[in-house]
């Protein structure tokens, strides 16, 4: 597959809190990996709108899309690329549980949900990545009573066998105005790359 940009978010839940929105506009994004709780149609056609490939994972909240797949895997360059909600994992998030998961689907990136705090990191020659939650969705079993979640998604870009990605965060400052920060990691596959936690299961590869 030749190289174009992949968006990668989940843990939508709340629609009318997409605020990054104004960012993603149709005909720059190829493809999309939604890993889960999407939970409604308005968000979903939107979605549809910036990027007719939409590859969706069902999430614990899905209740409505009992035949999405628990996980999925794409192909990009020479990566293979599983992604997954997450909440399939046990422990949840737990970094041996995802490198099993990343070794039984027999993918060089592994993406997890759930937990809608983004990390990235590189662990025995594999990447995974948590692109946090898009609308900055409250989870109480990863955030401290009183933490607001930081909205959060991620852009890959894959060429060959290296993936660039760049993070995408909301943050409020101390009047309150919000401004977009973005962050860039790369992976290189057999080689040195990386970037900071965690799930999976398996059904399906597209490419």
């Given at each position: 597959m030749s190289s174009r940009l992949v968006l990668v978010l989940g843990d939508l839940?709340?629609?009318?809190?997409?605020?990054?929105?104004?960012?993603?506009?149709?005909?720059?994004?190829?493809?999309i990996l939604c890993l889960g709780n999407l939970t409604d149609k308005e968000t979903y056609d939107f979605l549809r709108g910036i990027a007719p490939d939409l590859q969706i994972a069902r999430g614990d909240f899905d209740v409505d899309a009992p035949n999405l797949p628990l996980s999925k895997i794409v192909s990009h360059g020479g990566l293979r690329i599983g992604f997954t909600h997450g909440h399939t994992l046990i422990p949840p998030g737990d970094a041996d549980a995802l490198l099993i998961t990343a070794r039984q689907m027999d993918v060089d990136v592994l993406l997890w949900g759930g937990t809608h705090r983004f990390d990235a990191y590189e662990l025995e020659g594999k990447f995974f990545v948590n692109p946090g939650s898009a609308t900055g969705a409250l989870s109480t079993a990863w955030w401290a009573e009183g933490e607001e979640p930081t909205p959060s998604f991620c852009l890959m870009d894959v060429q060959g066998d290296v993936l660039v990605l760049y993070v995408y965060q909301l943050r409020v400052d101390a009047n309150g105005a919000e401004n977009v920060g973005v962050e860039k990691v790369s992976?290189?596959?057999n080689g040195n790359g990386g970037g900071g936690g965690g799930g999976g299961s398996n059904?399906?590869?597209?490419?």
């Open positions: 839940f709340i629609p009318d809190r997409a605020a990054f929105k104004k960012l993603l506009t149709p005909g720059k994004i190829g493809q992976f290189r596959k059904n399906g590869e597209t490419s």
